[in-house]
């Protein structure tokens, strides 16, 4: 079979102006220069059932975004005294869940929360956790805690404000209202 001379040379032509395109559409994506490490998440029955997932490496996104992420140990004190510990795991995804240590798991002691940025080094976290009787089982309160933080210089440790209203179940009257300071310590790997 002959190819003929003239379609060989559009074919390069149209190949070459995809590969010169590539380049610029590669350019254009993951965060600032470069590329940022992404995983993908599937059961592998249907291509459209995953997701693609931006890695986080420990060093938060450029210019400070979500310098937040990463596993912290956190103490909450109210009236100079330290009213709970914990460890809390803020995700890249501005979603964070907290493991109470100050909390029997017969009465919860998981909260989940979601989280964004404010400014250079400042966050916003809203979370919510369920309380029950440890005794009956029965839920007696929804807590929403809210923070404010700043990270510090370093990215190791920060400190800000909290507040702790407590709901009853049944009908949503504030039970409980608690403020005070959180501060919070980066969990590494050594």
Known sequence: MRIPLRGSILGLAAFGALAMAAPAAWA????????TPATWTGDGARASDGLLTLVNNGQGNQNGNGAIVGLWSVQFFAGGAMIDFGYAAWHSDGTEIMNSGGRAPSTENFCLGVWEQTGPSSYKLNHFALSYDPTSGALNGRVNIKEDVVLGKSGSDFAGAFTIDVY??????????VGGRIAGRRVTVD
């Not at 009853?168 to 209202?177: A, I, R, Y």
Request: charged content about 5%; aromatic content about 0%; hydrophobic content about 30%.
């Open 168 to 177: 009853d179940p049944n009908n949503g009257s504030l039970l409980q209202h």
């Open 28 to 35: 254009g994506c993951g965060a600032g220069v470069g590329v």
